[in-house]
């Protein structure tokens, strides 16, 4: 035999050896693959039901608001704007009464007009011209106040709302 056949034939070998011993395990054992195990889901009913925490609540301000035996108001009056209404919405007040519309609604923030604030314009929505009072723009908390020393009605609503509307009845 010619030895460079010889040479590549013991290479060869050689390489096939180191290749074989490369490998991982040996190729005698038996390999077992145990299953993974298995993991029942329990549900477990709650026995009672669940606290829920209340929402906070402002504070209701106090009113300086007196009121006679034919349910006219004096004094200081506080009207609310709260879920895109004022509240309360009609009122019958006497002559000299400070009516104070305080702004504590949340709920503003892009629905009914898209803006996050009210106000408060004397007049049927849509008025144009001079107005007997008009407030700012109200932001939460916000308040604007109006002495009514006339006798008359006056109605009001919210400009970027004018769904929002309200009646004052002033008497002697």
Not at 78 to 95: A, C, Q, R
Request: include cysteine.
């Amino acid at each position: 035999m010619d030895s460079k056949i010889f040479a590549v034939i013991i290479i060869a070998v050689i390489g096939i050896g180191a290749v074989l011993f490369m490998l991982p395990g040996d190729n005698n054992e038996l390999t077992v693959i145990e299953p993974e195990p298995v993991i029942e889901e329990v549900i477990v009913e709650p026995e009672a039901e669940p606290i829920v925490e209340p929402e906070p609540v402002e504070p209701e301000p106090e009113s300086k608001a007196i009121v006679d035996e034919n349910g006219v108001l004096s004094g200081e009056v506080e009207v609310t704007m709260e879920n895109l209404k004022f509240g309360p919405s009609e009122i019958t007040i006497k002559k000299g009464t400070t009516v104070i519309w305080r702004q504590i609604d949340r709920s503003i923030g892009g629905s009914g007009g898209g803006v996050d604030w009210h106000n408060v314009v004397e007049g049927p929505p849509g008025k144009r011209g001079d107005h007997v009072f008009k407030s700012k723009e109200l932001g939460f908390n916000g308040g604007f106040s109006f002495k009514f020393n006339e006798v008359g009605v006056f109605e009001y609503y919210c400009d970027p709302h004018p769904f929002m509307i309200g009646k004052i009845t002033v008497v002697e």
